[in-house]
């Protein structure tokens, strides 16, 4: 170590610095400090550095990661439609509920809540099974009790029943390719010229309404992407069972993350 020479400056004591003053200059002899001084950084070659500084300070703080566990709950979130019926679901097929078609306003009105039902009749038998069956009808009653004009300002009843079983279909992939069925057939057999999602989104929005989606970045297991009406009422029984496997497993890694 050098010894201390009493020529140069004495550095051991603290002195004020302007705050503005944010260059500092350190003058050096033979590895000894000699000198020291501040001065305003602006306008010199340095000025490029405290504006990439300020920069940086300026820059929001990135939230922490989200664990996969809690992405997974997210995903159920949206899927069922909260964490309530996330915890609730349970893994039966769907059954027939009882419930008749309601009473309209109008006769009118009457038929063209007939005619829907009949379609979708029509269509579960040919092209799907007597569970989508059910989880079809549940569909037309809940957009009714919704949004009743959905089904009464369409074109036709076949627009209602292509837009219900789009929704219902991808919310259970039952579609190609993760399915085994295609739109094509749906739209054929209602004798649409249009593609049965032309009228699905709408049928979608009765569904879905107001909730705004939950998850926290995009995230989803292996396996069919379902369209997340947040209806579980609606999902059949082989699908419920893949969600509660994701559900279980969630909730484990949780647990285990907070023993």
């Given at each position: 170590m050098y010894p201390y020479d009493p020529r140069y400056p004495d550095f051991s004591e603290p002195y004020a610095v302007d705050p503005a003053d944010r260059l500092t200059h350190l003058v050096m002899v033979d590895g000894r400090l000699v000198d020291v001084w501040t001065e305003p950084v602006s306008g010199t070659r340095w000025q490029h550095h405290a504006d990439r500084f300020d920069a940086e300070l300026r820059r929001p703080v990135p939230e922490p990661p989200v664990p996969t566990y809690e992405r997974a709950l997210h995903w159920l979130d949206d899927v069922c439609g909260?964490?309530?019926?996330?915890?609730?679901?349970?893994?039966?097929?769907?059954v027939d509920d009882g419930r008749d078609l309601p009473e309209a306003p109008t006769s009118q009105a009457q038929s063209r809540l007939a005619a829907v039902a009949e379609l979708l009749d029509a269509v579960a038998e040919r092209w799907f099974d007597v569970e989508t069956g059910h989880a079809l009808r549940r569909a037309l009653l809940t957009v009714w009790e919704r949004e009743p004009e959905v089904v009464l300002d369409a074109a036709t009843a076949a627009h209602v029943a292509g837009g219900i079983c789009w929704a219902v279909g991808k919310a259970n992939a039952l579609y190609k390719p993760q399915g085994g069925r295609t739109m094509g057939r749906i739209k054929e057999a209602l004798a649409l010229s249009v593609t049965i999602s032309s009228y699905g989104r709408v049928v979608e929005r009765a569904l879905v309404g107001y909730r705004d989606h939950s998850t926290k970045g995009w995230w989803r297991p292996e396996g069919p992407e379902l369209l997340p009406l947040g209806r579980p009422e609606l999902l059949l029984g082989e699908v419920r069972q893949r969600l509660v496997r994701v559900r279980e497993r969630a909730l484990e890694a949780r647990d285990s993350t907070a023993a």
């Open positions: 909260g964490r309530d019926a996330v915890l609730s679901l349970d893994t039966q097929p769907l």
